[in-house]
């Protein structure tokens, strides 16, 4: 009998839920969190040993720098188990700001409502990219993946945003506003995949 987990290799998120791994019933699935130079929260994940997951929650083995995690679950009766450790798909800490920003780092970490995702937004002004940050309703977030629905002109998601509009997405997971919105736009199709919310 084999399992299934999440498989990524130092990812965001959304990347890491695009991968599945198959493994031998001998293994359990397994995350790690890492922080990155720009202070995004990336994953690794996919399968290892009950032995070596063993002594990953040993005292010798245990993880002791500041926000890393690593943990290992059983899959032969909860497929994708890894999907729920070191809080890989916790979602509603975002980079929240008023304004446009060049920088990312400029905006603090804050906490949005269980109704929001994090977002994000590429702005011109004279020629210069900025961008916006912030939380959005998940049902706003379900239009946009969808395409059913646009941000109507003039909108304004974040306090102080104006300019041209030339990107605008949503993300979950921790810190993900911090990536590229054009990145994240390409995957948006994966938030319908990702929330119950049918907009």
Known sequence: MSISCYFCQGQ????CL???VTCASDHMCFMESITSSRNETLFVAGCRTRKLCSWMVSPVGRRSIVDQCAQCCDATSSPLCNGRLCKFNEKGKCRVCSGLHSD???CPISKCADNEMCFTGTRFIGG???RVFGCESTHMCVALAKAIAAVPPGRRNVDGDHG???????CIGNDCNVR????LATE???LLNMTQVTG
């Open 128 to 130: 210069t990219k900025l």
């Open 164 to 170: 041209l509009h030339t990107c605008d997405a949503c």
């Open 18 to 20: 695009q991968k599945k």
């Open 12 to 15: 965001p998120a959304s990347l």
């Open 188 to 190: 948006m199709p994966l």
């Open 104 to 106: 990312a780092h400029t």
């Open 180 to 183: 590229e919105c054009e990145d």
